[in-house]
């Protein structure tokens, strides 16, 4: 069992910068990828970016390529995400996730994770 525990959002400004920080239970973090996924109001949740086990892999939606940034602390059992330049359309609930199947890169698809945060609201407003 594994519980994801995100922090650090709230209401910003647009072109404004929130860093959203994962901490994880257990003591093989260092074997999962991880990713970040979003659900805007009325919209299905989204795919943002994942990291891989060592960090060395990541992988961004479109939309966020440029502005955002995902890291890992194996030694803390966190995985980061910072936010730059936001746009009132990055507003959502934010998730992180997990998967412990031992793959390398961190997956793309909601079904390839097995473990999930409770989310963080991010609202950004024009």
């Known amino acids: 069992q594994v519980q994801l525990v995100e922090s650090g959002g709230g209401l910003v400004q647009a072109g404004g910068s929130l860093r959203l920080s994962c901490v994880a239970s257990?003591?093989?973090?260092?074997?999962?990828?991880m990713g970040w996924f979003r659900q805007a109001p009325g919209k299905e949740r989204e795919f943002v970016v994942a990291i891989s086990r060592s960090g060395g892999s990541t992988n961004y939606a479109d939309s966020v390529k440029g502005r955002f940034t995902i890291s890992r602390d194996n030694a803390k059992n966190t995985v980061y995400l910072q936010m730059n330049s936001l746009k009132p359309e990055d507003t959502a609930v934010y998730y992180c996730a997990a998967d412990t199947s031992g793959s390398y890169y961190g997956p793309k698809y909601e079904y390839e994770y097995d473990y999930w945060g409770q989310g963080t609201q991010v609202t950004v407003s024009s």
């Open positions: 257990g003591r093989t973090f260092s074997r999962y990828g």
